[in-house]
């Protein structure tokens, strides 16, 4: 099974600061029809979670654009420009290349300061 | 607008049984893989199960093979998980998810304790 690796794993941020998550996988998330299936997702406290970005770097529908993926291969990493109060959470990488199973990051927590 | 509505959680002795169900709406539920991925009390996220379209092809983690059922009924536009032989490490909230993990329900939380 490929293993997804995030850091930090806790992340106290300052409003209006950027912050920076990264996941590493165990081996290339390349697929062989060419795509990277490498997702984020954001779980506010007490909510279900949420997909923010697919295929690396691709924004879902209302997503806002503070938020960014990008990597290849085997490191990814998500982007919060500017972040906002609303984006205290845990953030998940997971990974659907080489899968059954899929399979997800331990969790990034990130907080204000 | 989509949504995915769980229930059957609750609270169930070691070795005993449970059936989640996910009802879908405000989308074509038979044209879509959908999966099962739970979450201990203050743990990461776990995919549990998925199954295809027609319910011809099924997944599962392996701790969970063969003592956990993946099914659907597209006439019925629901997910269901038969949980047998649980086990304290299957304490859990139970998400239901559509492919490719774009919607999510609220979940629902199975206890199995004495």
């Known amino acids: 099974d490929v293993v997804m690796t995030q850091s930090p794993l806790s992340l106290p941020v300052t409003l209006g600061q950027p912050a920076s998550i990264s996941c590493r996988s165990s081996?290339?998330?390349?697929?062989?029809?060419?795509?990277?299936?490498l997702n984020w997702f954001q779980q506010r406290p007490g909510q279900s979670p949420r997909r923010l970005i697919y295929k690396v770097s691709n924004r879902d529908s209302g997503v806002p654009d503070r938020f960014s993926g990008s990597g290849s291969g085997t490191d990814f990493t998500l982007k919060i420009s500017r972040v906002e109060a609303e984006d205290v959470g845990v953030y998940y990488c997971?990974?659907?290349?080489?899968?059954?199973?899929?399979?997800f990051g331990q969790g990034t927590k990130v907080e204000i300061k | 607008e989509v949504q995915l509505v769980e229930s059957g959680g609750g609270l169930v002795q070691p070795g005993g049984s449970l059936r989640l169900s996910c009802a879908a709406s405000?989308?074509?539920?038979?044209?879509?893989?959908m999966s099962w991925v739970r979450q201990a009390p203050g743990k990461g996220l776990e995919w549990v199960a998925n199954?295809?379209?027609?319910?011809?092809?099924?997944n599962y983690v392996d701790s969970v093979k063969g003592r956990f059922t993946i099914s659907r009924d597209n006439a019925k536009n629901s997910l269901y998980l038969q949980m047998n032989s649980l086990r304290a490490e299957d304490t859990a909230v139970y998400y239901c998810?559509?492919?490719?993990?774009?919607?999510w329900g609220q979940g629902t939380l199975v206890t199995v304790s004495s």
């Open positions: 081996q290339s998330l390349v697929h062989s029809d060419g795509n990277t299936y």
């Open positions: 998810a559509r492919h490719p993990f774009d919607y």
């Open positions: 405000g989308f074509t539920f038979s044209s879509y893989w």
């Open positions: 997971m990974q659907g290349t080489h899968c059954p199973p899929w399979t």
């Open positions: 199954v295809r379209q027609d319910g011809s092809g099924k």
